[in-house]
Nanobody
């Protein structure tokens, strides 16, 4: 079974940093589009950043220059380094994996992904 387990969320003041991790198991990790999504209360789940099978990354405009996605294929682990956090970054963060046509934030939608972690809360205040 596909399993994605996130960790690393927490509460930080504006300008702070957090590093999220997502350990994947049960599938060929390197063959999937991986992404970090977030969902604020009352809002739709949105893609924050994606990383394609070849390592190509794509960021939402709101996080460019502040967030960095990376993955360690040997450890089957996806990371999200978040710096200079803002209050609008508050939300539940999920990692997700799927085989999609185009792996980029401009193309993917949350409902195309069938494999999700349980989420980790990020609060910036």
């Amino acid at each position: 079974d596909v399993q994605l387990v996130e960790s690393g969320g927490g509460s930080v003041p504006p300008g702070g940093s957090l590093r999220l991790s997502c350990v994947a198991s049960g599938f060929t990790y390197s063959s999937y589009c991986m992404g970090w999504f977030r969902q604020a209360p009352g809002k739709e789940r949105e893609p924050v950043v994606t990383i394609d099978t070849d390592g190509t990354t794509n960021y939402a405009d709101s996080v460019k220059g502040r967030f960095t996605i990376s993955k360690d294929n040997l450890k089957n682990t996806l990371y999200l380094q978040m710096n200079d956090l803002k209050s609008e970054d508050t939300g539940m963060y999920y990692c997700a994996a799927e085989v999609v046509g185009v792996c980029s934030v401009k193309h993917v939608r949350w409902y195309e992904f069938n494999n999700w972690g349980q989420g980790t809360q990020v609060t910036v205040s």
